[in-house]
């Protein structure tokens, strides 16, 4: 038989083209030669085209610009097989051998050889010497492969492999294929390490067991008679546990946590997860601690179309610090439920539910995924329900307060209920004026209640009436909007007033007048080109005096002077105080624009208020602001380069020539894992604190640079990166709240080892020891550091991160 050049041949089936394949190889191909071995009712001629008669029933064939991500697996929509080879021979509907550079290639299979046998009859496929698979991009390489081709079912000796979905690879004694998704390995390891050119390489960890049982479709494998080693080191053993092969959830045994704490002393987590459905989990996680006892903890979660919530709670009994059961729990549901039709509208429903078993409870476990845990514990239930222009809610919200004899807290009210309702209309007419208003109608019943005894005021149903009307001009370079305001009050007290009044009310209108200019144009600062623009702004507001010392206060407090605060008419958020004013507020901003991308390099803006009349309305125990010219207040905000970023604002008083409060921020962010942010806030005579936090590569001390990989990819192997942050008071002088850290990349693994501190007290703070060893691909030991790192270091990444699902295109053979 004459010797031919790889030639390609199309199969469909392979047992109908045994003869075709044999009368090519006697004919000696050209390496441009091709077969085809087709199915149908009569034969064609070859090199001539076929040509139909347009007929409206043919389907057209509609173009892809990708390839498909799935094939098939069903065996009757298996699709052509390709094989090549140096040599090809057989015998009609018995055998097919090929020889020299075999591979036979059938949807998202692959398998490559130096000789592949195939017997038709018993539908058996045998290949020898280097095999390789490629099935989807999960890859085999061994000596033999035996295997059923259209049920996929066979066995390879001694082979080793690699999974796409997370690189997941090892060796094993004999791989036996159940069928296309479901494999069994005796004698085999385990490793997401990837090897490198070294005769010598072993991996830096290792799960090596008696046999696995591998679900690709799934995506679990489970291992029987397991240890993991780690530098050769023994860490875990167990007789039978599962495993993900990728990041989809699955039932079963987290990895536990550990930790060391002043307040708890040695805790042990052992998380069971349950993969309920696609849009439900829970979690059950027993702690032992040393110093309190066991905490039965757990969490349930679920994800719908139009809501999601979350339900976790605790129980430790007996305490053995507090000598009492210590409990907790929360709930959080956000969502509406749509009827579809819109004269019906729809409901929304918000619950806040949360709630602790003692006072002690935020000191004790100050720590709780990452957050410090509140003083403040909201039960809160909206119910609102909305239809075009209208809206409306009922509302419930109780507090807990959690009391600290060092530093009291006087607990708010509660409201039991509350009933809101409101129409609102944007650029619509009103009879008499015309086009182009804005307007709203808002009404507000509250029943506030809280201890007396604590508030030292009455309780009251409080019912309030809001009407606005706005009409805005807006104009290419500048606008100008007029709006007027109403505001009707009316309280019933439980108990009399200092002047024995058991109702009060109130009506006071508001007047505002807000204009603004624009005007650009082009600059060019340090060699670059920029659009500038220059923004005045003009805010008058006129609200009569009407007398409210004699109302208490449940709900008003005093808004923060800031950019986002001076252009309002009420110096007071809330409802219980609505402030005299007869003010202008001057302002104006200067942006530095890219004029290719409209990105913002540089913004400066400065405001201040102008006084005419001395503010009489205040709450209780506060002076009137009787100053004709307020603080200065000054902003800027450079982006100069990407990878530098300056913000500062600052409020300065003109007649003692200081600042009442500053604050400066700075951030470098040259790259991935570079950052360094600091920052400096003073508020006069009350807070000096200077805040620090990164997260950077020590290698580069040692010039080191490493290798950008990309966000969520680390920087490669062999790296240490320095993380943390610190809050030091400069009045105190000491540090407030610290974490500090370090990471170590050994590409398939990595260590870190973080000390937090937190302050839970005037005297008191937690200290924990955080340390973890990350199995790549695999699991997580030791404590969980990386919530509170991403919660406290400004832009801190993960080194690694799953980002995209990957393709099976990405190994294509």
């Known amino acids: 038989m004459h010797r031919a050049s790889p030639s390609p041949f199309i199969l469909s089936p392979i047992a109908q083209a045994v003869s075709t394949l044999v009368v090519c190889a006697a004919l000696g191909m050209t390496?441009?030669?091709?077969?085809?071995?087709?199915?149908?009712?009569?034969?064609?001629?070859?090199?001539?085209?076929?040509?139909?008669?347009?007929?409206?029933d043919i389907p057209k064939l509609?173009?892809?610009?990708?390839?498909?991500?799935?094939?098939?697996?069903?065996?009757?929509?298996?699709?052509?097989?390709?094989?090549?080879?140096d040599r090809i021979s057989g015998r009609p509907d018995l055998e097919t051998v090929i020889d020299g550079n075999a591979e036979l290639r059938r949807g998202a299979t692959a398998i490559r050889a130096d000789r592949i046998e195939y017997?038709?009859?018993?539908?058996?496929?045998?290949t020898r010497g280097n095999v390789r698979i490629n099935r989807a991009g999960n890859r085999f390489e061994g000596p033999e492969l035996e295997i059923k081709l259209d049920r996929f079912e066979g066995f390879f000796t001694t082979p080793t492999y690699r999974f796409l979905s997370n690189g997941g690879?090892?060796?094993?004694?004999?791989?036996?294929?159940?069928?296309?998704?479901?494999?069994?390995?005796?004698?085999?390891?385990?490793?997401?390490?990837?090897?490198?050119?070294?005769?010598?390489?072993?991996?830096s960890w290792v799960l090596s067991a008696r046999s696995f049982e591998f679900?690709?479709?799934?995506?679990?494998?489970?291992?029987?008679?397991?240890?993991?080693?780690?530098?050769?080191?023994?860490?875990?053993?167990?007789?039978?546990?599962?495993?993900?092969?990728?990041?989809?959830?699955?039932?079963?045994?987290?990895?536990?946590?550990?930790?060391?704490?002043?307040?708890?002393?040695?805790?042990?987590?052992?998380?069971?997860?349950?993969?309920?459905a696609p849009n439900r989990d829970a979690t059950f996680s027993p702690t032992l601690m040393t110093k309190r006892g066991v905490d039965l903890a757990g969490e349930f979660r679920y994800l719908e179309p139009k809501y999601k919530g979350e339900l976790h709670g605790n129980f430790l009994p007996g305490d053995k610090l507090r000598n009492r059961d210590r409990w907790s729990y929360g709930y959080q549901h956000i969502g509406t439920i749509g009827s579809g039709l819109s004269s019906v509208g729809d409901l929304g429903i918000n619950l806040n539910l949360n709630r602790v078993s003692d006072n002690d409870y935020w000191r004790?476990?100050?720590?709780?995924?990452?957050?410090?845990?509140?003083?403040?514990?909201?039960?809160d239930a909206i119910f609102s329900w909305n239809r075009g222009f209208f809206s409306s809610s009922i509302r419930t919200l109780k507090w807990q307060t959690l009391q600290d004899v060092t530093s009291p807290i006087v607990p708010p009210y509660d409201r039991l209920p509350q009933f809101t309702a409101g129409y609102s209309r944007v650029d619509a007419p009103v009879a008499g004026l015309g086009n182009g208003f804005d307007w709203s109608v808002e009404g507000d019943f509250t029943r506030f209640s809280a201890d007396s005894r604590l508030t030292n005021q009455p309780n009251s149903d409080r019912a309030i009436t809001r009407l606005q009307l706005s009409r805005p001009w807006l104009l290419p370079g500048g606008y100008i909007t007029p709006k007027v305001q109403l505001h009707a009050t009316s309280y019933k007290f439980d108990s009399a007033l200092p002047n024995g009044a058991t109702t009060a009310s109130r009506v006071v209108p508001t007047f505002s007048l807000d204009s603004g200019l624009q005007f650009e144009r082009n600059a060019s600062f340090l060699g670059r080109n920029f659009t500038q623009t220059l923004e005045p702004r003009a805010f008058y507001v006129?609200?009569?005096?009407?007398?409210?010392?004699?109302?208490?206060?449940?709900?008003?407090?005093?808004?923060?002077?800031?950019?986002?605060?001076?252009?309002?008419?009420?110096?007071?958020?809330?409802?219980?105080?609505?402030?005299?004013?007869?003010?202008l507020t001057l302002g104006v901003t200067s942006r530095l624009l890219d004029p290719a991308t409209g990105a913002e390099a540089v913004r400066v803006g400065i405001a201040q208020r102008f006084r005419f009349e001395d503010q009489k309305v205040t709450l209780p125990g506060v002076l009137p602001v009787t100053d004709r010219i307020s603080d200065l207040l000054v902003g800027a905000s450079v982006n100069w380069v990407p990878q530098w970023s300056f913000d500062t604002t600052v409020q300065y008083n003109p007649k003692i020539k200081q600042s009442e409060r500053a604050s400066i921020g700075v951030r470098y962010n040259p790259s991935n894992y570079h950052v360094i942010s600091a920052a400096f806030r003073r508020q006069r005579n009350v807070s000096e604190q200077i805040d620090v936090g990164w997260q950077w590569p020590i290698n580069d001390l040692w010039g080191d640079k490493g290798k950008d990989l990309g966000a969520g990819q680390g920087q490669g192997g062999g790296r240490y990166y320095a993380v943390g942050r610190l809050n030091y008071s400069t009045l105190d002088k000491k540090l407030v709240d610290s974490i500090i850290g370090v990471e170590y990349d050994g590409c398939c693994w990595i260590g870190r080892v973080v000390l937090q501190r937190s302050q839970t007290g005037t005297g008191n703070a937690n200290t924990r020891i955080l340390f973890q060893l990350e199995l790549v691909g695999f699991s997580r030991l030791g404590s969980n550091p990386l919530e509170s790192l991403k919660s406290n270091v400004p832009r801190y990444q993960y080194l690694r991160e799953?980002?995209?699902?990957?393709?099976?295109?990405?190994t294509y053979d």
């Open 542 to 583: 006129r609200t009569p005096y009407r007398d409210q010392s004699f109302l208490p206060n449940y709900d008003s407090a005093s808004n923060d002077f800031n950019f986002a605060t001076v252009f309002t008419e009420n110096a007071f958020g809330g409802s219980d105080r609505i402030s005299d004013a007869n003010l």
């Open 364 to 379: 004790d476990f100050s720590a709780v995924k990452g957050a410090t845990t509140d003083r403040l514990l909201a039960q």
């Open 802 to 810: 799953n980002v995209s699902t990957p393709s099976r295109f990405t």
């Open 31 to 56: 390496g441009a030669g091709r077969a085809h071995a087709q199915t149908g009712a009569g034969p064609q001629t070859p090199l001539q085209e076929a040509t139909v008669a347009p007929s409206a």
């Open 215 to 276: 679900d690709l479709e799934r995506e679990v494998g489970v291992a029987n008679g397991a240890v993991v080693r780690f530098k050769d080191v023994p860490i875990l053993g167990f007789p039978r546990f599962s495993f993900p092969l990728s990041d989809k959830r699955k039932s079963g045994l987290l990895p536990p946590t550990i930790g060391i704490g002043s307040e708890n002393g040695f805790e042990y987590r052992q998380p069971y997860y349950f993969d309920i």
């Open 62 to 85: 509609k173009s892809s610009s990708q390839l498909a991500e799935e094939v098939s697996s069903d065996p009757q929509n298996k699709g052509p097989t390709f094989v090549f080879g």
């Open 119 to 126: 017997y038709q009859p018993d539908d058996q496929l045998k």
């Open 169 to 203: 690879n090892g060796q094993a004694q004999r791989i036996d294929f159940l069928d296309e998704g479901h494999l069994t390995a005796q004698g085999a390891s385990y490793t997401t390490c990837e090897r490198n050119d070294e005769a010598s390489w072993t991996p």
